[in-house]
């Protein structure tokens, strides 16, 4: 048997009716760039994070840099992120300009560690970064006080973690803004490239879309400004989307029950951390090997059975070729639970489209490796 990692097009069949029609909807309209179908996806996207503002853009980076750079984060300026992130995170911020200082993981959750963030602000601070990793979200009632306390903006890098909540709290209810990335691979992809930034804060609204297209408000007027714009035939397959994204993240949940539970007597292994009362969208779930050195055998042994299990992410940020790239990052702090993240980390097949089959069959082939040892 195989079981894919992706199920993007099984997802495409299953509402391809919806699709179909909101493309030929776009192509019909003769508005392809800035039209009525962006707009439309915008207001839809806004109600749905219960935002005041959505705006759509090229990607999940450039949502990131865009709403740094409407904030004034620029050079000069130092954001916190972590080390335990998709690469991109880091990026965007030297695309703005600043400096980026890591602090480690959680070693449960694998998010931003909020006890450690403290110690990595200086004057230069301006942004905390947190990053919903895998799907679950960080601890942004931390976040935020620590925030408050040092009058510094929080902007949720949420590209994994779209339709989830903390246990009294909404994404975007305790930050500034919030990015997303619609690169197909994400619980909310569209078939190619683009973004949004989501916030309550007409300044960032105003500013971000303004930079997204040339500086400009005003046909024929503009400041400075980029190109990076969500087009209408996205928008369009998003919006279609939008609507199943619910039903789609309890699927997964579902799933994720279903590996927790098959995987339980596991020796050589742990399971994904859930806090209480976090609605862990699992973009990604991920086990991890008690011992590293074994990672690979166990990736190796299920990719040999069928199972195309991956990792993400096999080097953390600081581990990476050149790090820190001249003065453009700093580490605070020992970044052990990172490292152990990036070396004994296994993400297994997760979308909303698995079979049952498929599922029990990945179950079975973890359990035959856990048992070999
Ligand atoms: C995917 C991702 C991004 C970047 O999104 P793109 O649309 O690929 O630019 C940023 N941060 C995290 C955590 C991601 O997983």
Request: with cysteine.
């Amino acid at each position: 048997m195989q079981v894919p990692f992706y199920g993007h097009v099984r997802q495409y069949h299953n509402i391809k009716g919806e699709i179909d029609k909101n493309i030929a909807e776009v192509l019909e309209s003769g508005q392809y760039v800035m039209g009525p179908m962006l707009s439309r996806f915008e207001k839809e996207l806004a109600a749905y994070f219960g935002t005041k503002y959505a705006i759509g853009v090229g990607n999940g980076t450039d949502a990131i840099w865009l709403t740094l750079m409407a904030l004034g984060v620029g050079p000069g300026d130092e954001c916190i992120t972590t080390t335990n992130t998709f690469f991109a995170t880091a990026e965007a911020c030297w695309v703005a300009g600043a400096k980026v200082v890591f602090v480690d993981c959680d070693p449960k959750t694998r998010n931003i560690d909020p006890k450690k963030i403290e110690k990595a602000i200086t004057k230069k601070t301006k942004a905390i970064i947190p990053v919903h990793l895998y799907g679950q979200c960080a601890d942004m009632r931390a976040i935020r006080a620590i925030a408050d306390r040092h009058k510094l903006f929080v902007i949720e890098d949420n590209a994994q973690g779209i339709d989830g909540c903390g246990p009294d709290f909404k994404q975007g209810e305790l930050s500034d803004a919030v990015t997303t990335s619609f690169i197909i691979q994400k619980n909310l992809g569209t078939f190619g490239d683009s973004g949004a930034v989501a916030s309550n804060n007409p300044e960032i609204d105003r500013a971000v879309r303004r930079l997204r297209n040339h500086g400009s408000e005003k046909r024929s007027h503009h400041s400075y400004g980029f190109n990076s714009r969500l087009d209408d035939l996205h928008a369009g397959i998003l919006s279609a989307k939008l609507k199943h994204i619910t039903a789609w993240t309890d699927q997964r949940r579902a799933w994720a029950a279903c590996y927790n539970e098959g995987l339980k007597r596991a020796r050589r292994f742990t399971l994904p951390y859930e806090a209480p009362g976090y609605r862990h969208v699992y973009h990604l779930y991920v086990i991890e090997t008690k011992k590293p050195e074994l990672r690979d055998e166990l990736l190796k042994f299920l990719n040999d059975n069928g199972v195309d299990a991956k990792v993400h992410y096999p080097i953390a940020i600081h581990q990476q070729e050149g790090f820190p790239w001249g003065k453009k990052a700093r580490l605070c702090g020992k970044q052990r639970n990172s490292e152990r993240n990036a070396a004994s980390c296994v993400s297994l097949p997760m979308f909303a489209e698995l079979t049952a089959e498929e599922v029990d069959y990945t179950i079975e082939k973890v359990m035959e490796w856990d048992k070999k040892g």
